[in-house]
């Protein structure tokens, strides 16, 4: 047991993919996963570990925001051994090309600060997806037909944001989306030697206000559980 995860030692895969939603871990652990069993619900964050085609699995909860990401993703991967870790989650689309429903694989994420930034102070250090699972991500959303970008995007630190111009200067200079985890989840997987990568669908256009109806946003997050676990045991 962790101060945030109640699992026992052995009850969390080496494989870990993390929505930022709790009861999306758990309608994804119930839908994809092979007995799903639940691991962790302290504060309501709840963790599921199964198996996938023979391959053990835990999907576990982020919480919104990096602070939130860190936590969690620090204890999975310093306490329990997570090796190989994929944020599954929203984006807000920042180029005309980037349409609703597109699927984003985060090359790199730029970041105004994270709560490892303490550590870079004045370096602009660049968090980075690991390659091997960015190609099999790519291979695997590919094989599905879906529309996807590779490339840079923006993790901010908030959802309502009092700084416009910040975003103008990621479209300027070809930032594909925004949301709030990612560089941070990059950041932490660096430092312990770990395996990363963010799959991301766009629920919402910045440039458009155009916004994904309920309904799509499931069958998104369907497609993007499946992109992460064809990329972690490809
Ligand atoms: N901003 C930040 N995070 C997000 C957004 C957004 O517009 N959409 C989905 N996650």
Redesign the pocket.
């Known amino acids: 047991m962790t101060v945030h995860i109640g699992a026992q030692p052995g009850d969390i895969a080496e494989t870990v993919l993390m929505p930022g939603d709790p009861l999306r871990a758990k309608w994804a652990a119930e839908k994809f996963l092979d007995d799903p069993v639940c691991v962790n619900e302290v504060r309501g964050m709840l963790g599921f570990t199964g198996t996938w085609k023979g391959n053990r699995v835990t999907i576990h909860g982020s919480g919104m925001g990096m602070p939130s990401l860190s936590i969690y993703a620090n204890e999975l991967i310093r306490d329990y051994g997570a090796k190989t870790l994929i944020r599954i989650g ?3 689309a920042m180029q005309s090309h980037v349409k609703l429903r597109d699927v984003i694989l985060a090359m790199t994420s730029s970041t105004l600060s994270t709560p490892s930034s303490g550590i870079f102070r004045e370096l602009n250090y660049a968090p980075c997806a690991d390659y091997g699972l960015l190609q099999a991500a790519y291979t695997a959303a590919d094989g599905m037909g879906a529309a996807i970008h590779v490339g840079g995007i923006y993790s ?1 630190d908030v ?1 309502y944001d009092e700084r416009p111009d910040l975003n103008e200067q990621m479209v300027r200079h070809g930032v594909l989306a ?3 985890e990612a560089a941070e989840l990059y950041t932490l997987a660096a430092r312990h030697g770990c395996r990363a990568l963010a799959v991301l669908t766009v ?2 256009h ?1 440039l458009t206000e155009e916004a994904l109806p309920s309904e799509d946003r499931q069958s998104s997050f369907s497609d993007m559980v499946e992109i992460a676990l064809e990329a972690a045991f490809a």
């Open positions: 929203s984006c807000g901010s959802f925004v949301e709030m629920s919402d910045l």
